[in-house]
Protein backbone atom coordinates (compact mmCIF):
# COMPACT_ATOMS: atom_id res chain seq x y z
CA UNK A 1 0.00 0.00 0.00
CA UNK A 2 1.22 3.68 -1.40
CA UNK A 3 2.35 5.03 1.77
CA UNK A 4 2.86 9.14 2.76
CA UNK A 5 4.44 9.11 6.33
CA UNK A 6 4.67 12.38 8.88
CA UNK A 7 7.18 11.68 11.80
CA UNK A 8 5.03 13.25 14.00
CA UNK A 9 1.50 12.76 14.93
CA UNK A 10 1.90 15.37 17.65
CA UNK A 11 4.29 18.06 18.58
CA UNK A 12 4.62 20.89 21.28
CA UNK A 13 7.29 23.66 21.07
CA UNK A 14 7.95 27.04 22.73
CA UNK A 15 7.69 30.55 20.94
CA UNK A 16 11.16 30.87 19.16
CA UNK A 17 12.05 27.27 18.51
CA UNK A 18 13.25 26.03 15.39
CA UNK A 19 11.15 23.06 14.07
CA UNK A 20 11.49 20.40 11.81
CA UNK A 21 8.53 18.67 10.26
CA UNK A 22 9.45 15.73 8.06
CA UNK A 23 7.20 13.85 5.56
CA UNK A 24 8.61 10.61 3.73
CA UNK A 25 7.10 9.22 0.73
CA UNK A 26 7.50 5.51 -0.30
CA UNK A 27 6.05 6.08 -4.19
CA UNK A 28 9.22 7.80 -6.24
CA UNK A 29 6.23 10.97 -6.55
CA UNK A 30 7.61 14.17 -8.29
CA UNK A 31 5.21 16.39 -6.72
CA UNK A 32 5.26 17.07 -2.86
CA UNK A 33 3.15 19.71 -0.91
CA UNK A 34 2.42 20.60 2.62
CA UNK A 35 -0.65 22.07 3.49
CA UNK A 36 -1.64 23.89 7.15
CA UNK A 37 -5.51 22.92 7.94
CA UNK A 38 -7.35 25.83 10.42
CA UNK A 39 -10.68 25.60 10.87
CA UNK A 40 -13.03 27.30 8.75
CA UNK A 41 -10.14 27.98 6.67
CA UNK A 42 -9.61 24.68 4.71
CA UNK A 43 -6.55 23.09 3.58
CA UNK A 44 -4.17 26.25 2.24
CA UNK A 45 -1.04 25.22 0.44
CA UNK A 46 2.73 26.25 1.86
CA UNK A 47 5.28 25.27 -0.19
CA UNK A 48 5.51 22.31 -2.72
CA UNK A 49 8.21 20.90 -4.75
CA UNK A 50 7.99 19.08 -8.18
CA UNK A 51 11.59 17.97 -7.96
CA UNK A 52 14.64 17.16 -5.51
CA UNK A 53 15.72 20.64 -4.96
CA UNK A 54 13.09 22.36 -6.17
CA UNK A 55 10.35 24.05 -4.49
CA UNK A 56 7.75 26.79 -5.03
CA UNK A 57 5.61 29.06 -2.68
CA UNK A 58 2.47 28.24 -2.13
CA UNK A 59 -0.46 30.80 -0.66
CA UNK A 60 0.81 31.13 2.70
CA UNK A 61 4.88 30.70 2.81
CA UNK A 62 5.47 33.44 5.26
CA UNK A 63 7.24 32.01 7.96
CA UNK A 64 8.03 28.69 6.28
CA UNK A 65 10.56 27.46 4.31
CA UNK A 66 11.19 23.32 3.29
CA UNK A 67 14.05 21.26 2.05
CA UNK A 68 13.64 18.74 -0.20
CA UNK A 69 17.57 16.88 -0.73
CA UNK A 70 16.14 13.36 -1.58
CA UNK A 71 12.85 12.68 -3.92
CA UNK A 72 11.31 10.67 -1.18
CA UNK A 73 11.49 13.24 1.35
CA UNK A 74 10.35 16.82 1.74
CA UNK A 75 10.73 19.30 5.27
CA UNK A 76 8.91 21.65 6.59
CA UNK A 77 10.96 23.94 8.74
CA UNK A 78 9.57 26.94 10.88
CA UNK A 79 13.08 29.01 11.37
CA UNK A 80 11.17 30.50 14.84
CA UNK A 81 7.65 29.24 15.84
CA UNK A 82 5.28 30.99 16.55
CA UNK A 83 2.13 31.32 18.12
CA UNK A 84 0.10 31.84 15.14
CA UNK A 85 2.03 29.12 13.73
CA UNK A 86 -0.49 26.32 15.85
CA UNK A 87 -2.55 24.50 13.50
CA UNK A 88 -2.54 20.85 11.68
CA UNK A 89 0.11 20.28 9.15
CA UNK A 90 -0.32 17.77 5.83
CA UNK A 91 1.96 16.50 3.77
CA UNK A 92 0.89 15.17 0.38
CA UNK A 93 2.52 13.53 -2.65
CA UNK A 94 1.45 12.99 -6.45
CA UNK A 95 2.56 11.95 -9.65
CA UNK A 96 3.08 13.97 -12.65
CA UNK A 97 0.07 13.10 -14.10
CA UNK A 98 -2.48 14.00 -11.08
CA UNK A 99 -5.41 12.05 -12.30
CA UNK A 100 -5.72 10.99 -8.84
CA UNK A 101 -4.81 13.87 -6.66
CA UNK A 102 -2.66 13.52 -3.87
CA UNK A 103 -1.53 10.65 -1.30
CA UNK A 104 -2.19 12.43 2.16
CA UNK A 105 -0.25 12.05 5.89
CA UNK A 106 -1.62 11.75 8.71
CA UNK A 107 -0.92 14.81 9.89
CA UNK A 108 0.82 16.36 12.82
CA UNK A 109 -0.78 18.51 14.89
CA UNK A 110 1.51 21.20 15.82
CA UNK A 111 0.92 23.77 19.18
CA UNK A 112 3.35 26.50 19.87
CA UNK A 113 3.26 27.77 23.18
CA UNK B 1 -7.48 33.07 -9.58
CA UNK B 2 -9.08 29.69 -8.94
CA UNK B 3 -11.37 29.12 -6.03
CA UNK B 4 -13.37 27.00 -4.93
CA UNK B 5 -16.65 27.14 -2.18
CA UNK B 6 -18.30 25.32 0.24
CA UNK B 7 -21.17 27.28 1.73
CA UNK B 8 -22.24 24.38 4.44
CA UNK B 9 -19.93 24.91 7.11
CA UNK B 10 -21.98 21.89 8.73
CA UNK B 11 -24.78 19.72 7.85
CA UNK B 12 -27.36 16.88 9.20
CA UNK B 13 -28.65 14.31 8.04
CA UNK B 14 -30.78 10.33 9.14
CA UNK B 15 -28.79 7.31 9.02
CA UNK B 16 -29.63 5.69 5.67
CA UNK B 17 -31.30 9.15 3.88
CA UNK B 18 -28.90 10.66 0.97
CA UNK B 19 -27.37 14.30 1.57
CA UNK B 20 -25.32 16.27 -1.24
CA UNK B 21 -22.63 18.59 0.02
CA UNK B 22 -22.53 21.60 -2.15
CA UNK B 23 -19.38 22.80 -4.26
CA UNK B 24 -18.81 25.53 -6.70
CA UNK B 25 -15.92 26.74 -7.87
CA UNK B 26 -14.44 29.45 -9.93
CA UNK B 27 -11.79 29.30 -12.85
CA UNK B 28 -10.84 30.29 -16.47
CA UNK B 29 -9.32 27.36 -17.24
CA UNK B 30 -11.10 25.02 -20.14
CA UNK B 31 -9.13 21.83 -18.27
CA UNK B 32 -9.74 21.24 -14.89
CA UNK B 33 -10.09 18.16 -12.30
CA UNK B 34 -12.09 18.31 -9.26
CA UNK B 35 -12.20 16.26 -6.45
CA UNK B 36 -13.26 14.88 -3.28
CA UNK B 37 -12.41 14.29 0.28
CA UNK B 38 -13.34 12.91 3.20
CA UNK B 39 -11.59 13.82 6.82
CA UNK B 40 -12.97 11.13 9.86
CA UNK B 41 -12.04 12.83 13.51
CA UNK B 42 -8.60 10.61 12.96
CA UNK B 43 -7.53 13.41 10.59
CA UNK B 44 -6.40 11.42 7.51
CA UNK B 45 -7.72 12.58 3.86
CA UNK B 46 -9.88 10.13 1.95
CA UNK B 47 -9.87 10.71 -1.70
CA UNK B 48 -13.63 10.14 -2.47
CA UNK B 49 -14.51 10.56 -6.17
CA UNK B 50 -12.61 13.00 -9.46
CA UNK B 51 -14.09 14.70 -11.72
CA UNK B 52 -12.77 15.78 -15.44
CA UNK B 53 -14.22 18.76 -16.99
CA UNK B 54 -14.54 16.80 -20.31
CA UNK B 55 -16.01 14.10 -18.64
CA UNK B 56 -19.96 13.86 -20.16
CA UNK B 57 -21.24 11.31 -17.33
CA UNK B 58 -21.07 12.21 -14.04
CA UNK B 59 -18.48 10.80 -11.84
CA UNK B 60 -19.94 7.86 -9.59
CA UNK B 61 -18.00 5.44 -6.97
CA UNK B 62 -20.44 3.04 -5.09
CA UNK B 63 -22.57 5.52 -2.66
CA UNK B 64 -20.73 8.43 -3.66
CA UNK B 65 -21.86 10.54 -6.88
CA UNK B 66 -20.60 14.22 -8.45
CA UNK B 67 -23.79 15.94 -9.87
CA UNK B 68 -21.59 18.23 -12.19
CA UNK B 69 -23.20 21.23 -13.64
CA UNK B 70 -20.28 22.48 -15.76
CA UNK B 71 -22.33 25.75 -17.03
CA UNK B 72 -23.01 26.17 -12.98
CA UNK B 73 -19.48 25.75 -12.43
CA UNK B 74 -21.27 23.27 -9.15
CA UNK B 75 -19.91 19.71 -8.58
CA UNK B 76 -21.71 18.69 -5.41
CA UNK B 77 -21.46 15.38 -4.10
CA UNK B 78 -24.35 13.51 -3.16
CA UNK B 79 -23.96 10.70 -0.62
CA UNK B 80 -26.40 8.12 -0.43
CA UNK B 81 -27.99 6.20 2.11
CA UNK B 82 -26.02 7.42 4.41
CA UNK B 83 -23.71 5.57 7.25
CA UNK B 84 -22.61 6.35 10.95
CA UNK B 85 -19.32 6.09 9.43
CA UNK B 86 -19.70 8.90 7.35
CA UNK B 87 -19.82 11.72 9.69
CA UNK B 88 -16.84 13.85 8.93
CA UNK B 89 -15.73 16.12 7.29
CA UNK B 90 -15.44 16.73 3.47
CA UNK B 91 -13.29 19.22 1.08
CA UNK B 92 -13.91 19.69 -2.36
CA UNK B 93 -11.05 20.98 -4.63
CA UNK B 94 -9.74 21.53 -7.79
CA UNK B 95 -6.61 20.77 -9.42
CA UNK B 96 -4.80 23.97 -10.03
CA UNK B 97 -2.23 23.56 -13.32
CA UNK B 98 0.89 24.58 -12.01
CA UNK B 99 3.05 24.24 -14.86
CA UNK B 100 5.14 20.69 -17.02
CA UNK B 101 3.65 17.82 -14.81
CA UNK B 102 2.85 19.74 -11.56
CA UNK B 103 -0.35 20.34 -10.31
CA UNK B 104 -1.46 22.02 -7.11
CA UNK B 105 -4.90 21.22 -5.40
CA UNK B 106 -7.01 24.45 -3.90
CA UNK B 107 -9.35 23.29 -1.66
CA UNK B 108 -12.73 24.69 -0.07
CA UNK B 109 -13.12 24.88 3.66
CA UNK B 110 -14.87 22.57 3.97
CA UNK B 111 -18.36 21.06 5.45
CA UNK B 112 -19.07 19.00 8.72
CA UNK B 113 -21.60 16.21 8.30
CA UNK B 114 -23.32 14.22 11.01
CA UNK B 115 -24.99 11.42 10.65
CA UNK B 116 -27.44 10.81 13.03
CA UNK B 117 -28.83 7.28 13.81
Known amino acids: DVKVTQSSRYLVKRTGEKVFLECVQD?????MFWYRQDPGLGLRLIYFSYDVKMKEKGDIPEGYSVSREKKERFSLILESASTNQTSMYLC????????????FGSGTRLTVV | AQKITQTQPGMFVQEKEAVTLDCTYD???????LFWYKQPSSGEMIFLIY??????QNATEGRYSLNFQKARKSANLVISASQLGDSAMYFCAMRDYYGGATNKLIFGTGTLLAVQP
Open chain 1, 27 to 31: MDHEN
Open chain 2, 27 to 33: TSDQSYG
Open chain 1, 92 to 103: ASSTGAGYYGYT
Open chain 2, 51 to 56: QGSYDE
